[in-house]
């Protein structure tokens, strides 16, 4: 049974918008932080934001600082991830994980992870 389940990708042209959901499907991941992560083709999966359940501190990559915004609802064990002013460098399979360190960009460290969904943005 996948854990961590997101949904929400597609295709879209730069400068739109989409909104990614990554649903938990126990309330036991409410312990942990929660990140999201991307990897492009042939490129290593790198972290793009991250939110601690408890008090909704997060953390974000530079590359997405002041367009991409998470946010957790916790009644709906459930993350967002709100993109905006999407580039083509954006493109990539998402994942949502779920770890200890609220920002760590260290894939080891997230023992739960989503299946991926993919974003495409074209020019």
């Known amino acids: 049974q996948q854990q961590l389940v997101e949904s929400g990708g597609g295709m879209v042209q730069a400068g739109g918008s989409l909104r990614l959901s990554c649903t938990a499907s126990e309330r036991r991941f409410s312990r942990y932080t929660m990140g999201w992560f991307r990897q492009a083709p042939g490129e290593e999966r790198t972290f793009v934001t991250g939110?601690?359940?408890?008090?909704?501190?997060?953390k974000y990559a530079d590359s997405v600082k002041g367009r991409f915004t998470i946010s957790r609802d916790n009644a709906k064990n459930t993350v967002y991830l709100q993109m905006n002013s999407l580039k083509p460098e954006d493109t990539a399979v998402y994942y949502c994980?779920?770890?200890?360190?609220?920002?760590?960009?260290?894939?080891?460290?997230?023992?739960?992870w989503g299946q991926g969904t993919q974003v495409t943005v074209s020019s």
């Open positions: 994980a779920a770890g200890d360190v609220l920002g760590s960009t260290r894939t080891y460290e997230y023992p739960y």
């Open positions: 939110i601690r359940w408890s008090d909704g501190i997060t």
